[in-house]
Every structure is written in structure tokens, then in C-alpha cells.
């Protein structure tokens, strides 16, 4: 990992533990927003290329 | 109130209503037309707003749209248009302003520009982005950095920043952009224009390169929100049921919400200045100005990086890891960055949507409309990667999504729209936030806001 990676990296986790802290402290059943995930999005001639 | 164009661009190019009416009245076939934006795109090349031209399929459609019958002709029909170039187009390599993804033809249309074409409208060219849309400067280190139409010296914010530029410096009246963390808004935002970030499945994806499953939506990007709306009613899928209890779509009536501390707590002076103007403009023509809250507004941008590094990581998986040597620099390291986030912390940053959303969804019952900047700064210069906020240097990135973070997250629609000038004369933009589903509304919000000032009139002069 390079000098740019590392300081990206290392403000990202910190930003990430600070919202993971948080909602540690909410509703135990509260679920992810995770309902827009759309697999059939990948264009046609890079699924070709693979 | 009548449109203010500088004498150096076609009027028919900077307004859709203009164009109709040159097309409709003859002043302009649709080749004279297609070719004057293929001529204006020629002269601002320096700005670097372009990735490919594309002429002879211009002037062939341009051609075939003039032998059209009458009847035959959709609502964008003669229409100039750009596209982002990370939407597929049959014939042409859909890379995303990247090296990394395949020089392979694409075999359709994507549904967005498949539905431009149905509609009439002429696609002269695919605009400059920020990298695979990763990014908000469109330094682009294949195609060059985007420049800003107001001041050359300065970029067009991004990741459509080309579309931004191409249709700020009157190549063309509408353009489309992706926005996943704020990339249609902030660049209207930075060079006057009015666009869209449609609620998140209103306007189809598919054949869209993707960024982030969960955050990317396709908008339209034009002058004004009345030419916004024609182009969103194009490429949109039919609207959902409307909500018991419409809102008003005029001003007397309309519930403002302000976030008073967080909008007012980071601002420039000129964009602070703009923001009250706009507020006070509302009040005097009848709408109800209220300060509302939401909890954990702070801890927004964490979230939004978090989702918005770890699904390009995974998408990108393989590029990164066999041709770093392919990508720049920044998107190189950002793509790397979104290796070290664990499972959980992307979860947890998931579940932090659901929180926020279900805040925002209480808002709802108090007022129709969020009113704050689109963000809290004017153009910064080409290459800068920090911008000076109440005398702290910040991350561009982190501070660019400061009130974008919001709709992007919770999936509501939001509207960037002109908001004035500062001292230098740099356009600043205003984000307008509706509940989910009021896109077409808050694009008639908008136009009403426009209808009793004239920010949107202004045009560029610089090039």
C-alpha cells in the first residue's frame, strides 16, 4: 500500500468506526439499506470481455 | 422574464425552448442545428468538456429527423444532447473516462439512451468525467481536467463534469449525467445549470457503468428546471401512484425546511449569503419557512464514503488488482482504500441509511421541501485537492458531499438549481430535497423558484 493509499485508508476507518459506534447504539433490529442492489447493470461488452 | 445569453453563444443551443422554436419555425433544420453544436463543441475543446465527438452519426440522425413526418416526431425531436461516457451506446466502448475497462464495442442502447432517441433527441458526443465516476474534480488523466466554462482555471466539479461543461458553454441545451454521491448536482452546482438526482430507481441504470449498486442514479442536466423536466420525462420509467395529500407546486403555500445548524455551520460567506437570499425570496412570495432537525447529520459523509468506496472496490475488484498501472492515481489509491473496510463496518454503514431514512421520513410530515446549498464552496481551481472552509483546509472530496450525502443516502430525489454569484462572480448552487417518488414535483418546484428569479439566465463568458 502506498503513501496515498495509506492516508486515505487511515480517515476512511476512522470515519467507519465512528458510524459503526454509533450504530452500535440504536435499534437492535434495524436493518441495511441494501434493497436497490441491481445485478443486471453490468453492460453487455464488458461481461463479453471477461 | 426573457433569457439573458451572451452574444458569443446560439441562443438555440442554451434553451430548449429556444430550440423548438427554431426548429418548429424553421430558422433551423435539424442539421443546421446538429452542426452548430458539433461547431460549438469544436471551439471549446480547451476545456476538455469532450471525450469523443461523435459527427457523421449526428448528422446522419440529424438527417433522418429531418425527413420525419411531422406526427413522427418525439418530444426532444432535432434536440442536441450530450451523454456521460458511462452510458452505453451500440457501436461505441462504454469506458467511464477509464483506461481500465475494455475497448469493446457495445452490442445496445442503454434504456436512457435508447429513450433519447425514441424521443428525437440528436447525441452530438460523450462528455469528460471524473475516473469511473469516483471522484468530484473530473481530473481526468486520460482525457485531461475538465475546466469550468465560468472561470477555465477552475473545474466543473464531477464526476459529470463534462456534461457540465458542454452544456454550460452552450454546445447543448440538456446533457445527461450519474450521480451517486452528488456527481449531476455538484457540477450544476459549479457552472449554473439545474439538475436532477431522480429517487434511486426512477430512471433505469442498466447499461449504466455501474459505480455503486446501491447509490447510482441516472438525471438530467440543463439550464433550467422546466428544460430538466422535459428531459427527465423522456428517460424516466412512469411514475409511481402519486402520495395521498400532493403538495402544492406553487410557492404560496409551500413548507420550507431549513437544518439551521448544519447547513449554516460550514458555509463561504457568498454561498451563506445565497442560501438566506433564497429563503427570504421563498417567505416573500408565500412559502412557510421552518427549522427542522435530524440526528447524526455529522457523521453522514463517513457513511456515504464508506458505501460509496466499498462497492466501487468490489466492482473494480480485478481492474485494480491486475492493471493498477491503468487507473490514476487518486482512483488507484481510493480503490485500494476500499479494500480495508471490513463486512461489518459496510453493514453498519447500511444500517445508518435505514436510521436516517426513517428520520427524514417524520420531516416529511412537517414540510414538502428541504432547502440548503448543493454544497458549501464555489468552483476551486484545477488541481486543488483541498478547499479552505471557516479557515480549516479540507478534503475535497469529504467536503463536496456535505449536503449531497443526504438524498444520496436515504434515496430521495434532489434538485441542484442556481442560486446566485459570490464576489468573483462564481455561480453557487441551491439543493432542493423532496420525499421519494415527487421528482416531476420537485422539478415543478423548481421551475416556480425560477419563474420569480433569474440566476439560471446567466450564462458563462469566459469561453
Redesign the interface.
Known amino acids: ?2 503513501e ?2 495509506r492516508a ?2 487511515a ?3 476512522a ?6 459506534a ?3 447504539e ?1 435499534a437492535y433490529d ?17 461481461e ?2 471477461r | 422574464m426573457s433569457a439573458s445569453t451572451q452574444e458569443h453563444l446560439l441562443p438555440e443551443l442554451v434553451s430548449l425552448a429556444r430550440a423548438r422554436e427554431a426548429l418548429d419555425g424553421g430558422a433551423h433544420t435539424v442539421r443546421s442545428l446538429t452542426e452548430a453544436a458539433l461547431a460549438r463543441a469544436e471551439e471549446i475543446a480547451p476545456l476538455h468538456a469532450f471525450i469523443t465527438l461523435q459527427p457523421d452519426q449526428a448528422l446522419s440522425r440529424a438527417d433522418a429527423l429531418d425527413d420525419a413526418a411531422p406526427w413522427a416526431r418525439g418530444p426532444l425531436w432535432g434536440i442536441p444532447v450530450v451523454l456521460k461516457d458511462n452510458v452505453a451506446q451500440a457501436g461505441v466502448a462504454n469506458r467511464a473516462g477509464s483506461h481500465v475497462l475494455p475497448d469493446v464495442p457495445e452490442t445496445a442502447d442503454a434504456p436512457v439512451a435508447a429513450r433519447l432517441t425514441a424521443a428525437g433527441a440528436v447525441v452530438i458526443g460523450r462528455t469528460n468525467m471524473h475516473e469511473l465516476a469516483w471522484g468530484g474534480t473530473t481530473d481526468n488523466p486520460h482525457h485531461g481536467a475538465c475546466r469550468n466554462p465560468w472561470d477555465p482555471a477552475r473545474n466543473s466539479a464531477g464526476s459529470s463534469g463534462g456534461t457540465a461543461s458542454a452544456v454550460a458553454a452552450g454546445v447543448a441545451p440538456l446533457g445527461i449525467g450519474t450521480d451517486t454521491g452528488g456527481s449531476v448536482r455538484l457540477p450544476c452546482a459549479v457552472t449554473n445549470l439545474t439538475g436532477l438526482r431522480p429517487t434511486i430507481g426512477r430512471v433505469p441504470t442498466a447499461g449504466v457503468v455501474p459505480l455503486c449498486w446501491t447509490l447510482d442514479t441516472v438525471g438530467p442536466m440543463g439550464r433550467s428546471a422546466r428544460d430538466a423536466r422535459a428531459m427527465f420525462d423522456v428517460i424516466a420509467d412512469p411514475a409511481p401512484p402519486p402520495d395521498p395529500g400532493t403538495a402544492p407546486t406553487a410557492l404560496r403555500g409551500l413548507r420550507v425546511g431549513v437544518l439551521a445548524d448544519y447547513t449554516f455551520a460550514v458555509l463561504q460567506p457568498g454561498v451563506a449569503a445565497a442560501t438566506t437570499a433564497l429563503l427570504a425570496t421563498l417567505a416573500e412570495h408565500g412559502a412557510e419557512v421552518a427549522e427542522v432537525a435530524l440526528p447524526d447529520l455529522d457523521l453522514m459523509t463517513d457513511a456515504l464514503i464508506v458505501v460509496d468506496a466499498a462497492e466501487p472496490s468490489a466492482i473494480h475488484a480485478t481492474h485494480v488488482r491486475e492493471h493498477p498501472e491503468r487507473l490514476g492515481a487518486d482512483v488507484r489509491a481510493q480503490l485500494l482504500a476500499g479494500f480495508g473496510f471490513s463486512a461489518v463496518d459496510y453493514l453498519q454503514a447500511q444500517r445508518f441509511r435505514t436510521h436516517l431514512a426513517q428520520h427524514l421520513a417524520r420531516v416529511w410530515d412537517a414540510v414538502d421541501v428541504l432547502v440548503m446549498p448543493t454544497l458549501p464552496f464555489t468552483a476551486p481551481r484545477v488541481g486543488e485537492r483541498t478547499v479552505l472552509l471557516n479557515g480549516t483546509k479540507t478534503d475535497n472530496l469529504r467536503a463536496n458531499v456535505r449536503f449531497t450525502a443526504l438524498p444520496s443516502l436515504t434515496g430521495t430525489p434532489a434538485l441542484s438549481l442556481p442560486g446566485g454569484f459570490d464576489d468573483d462572480g462564481l455561480p453557487i448552487g441551491m439543493q432542493l430535497v423532496a420525499p421519494s417518488g415527487r421528482d416531476s414535483w420537485l422539478l415543478d418546484v423548481g421551475a416556480a423558484i425560477q419563474d420569480v428569479t433569474d440566476h439560471h439566465l446567466r450564462c458563462a463568458t469566459a469561453i
Open positions: 500500500m502506498d496515498e493509499t486515505v485508508s480517515v476512511w476507518l470515519g467507519a468506526a465512528a458510524v459503526s454509533r450504530v452500535a440504536l434495524l436493518p441495511p439499506s441494501i434493497a436497490h442492489f441491481d445485478r443486471s447493470r453490468r453492460t453487455p461488452a464488458a463479453d470481455a
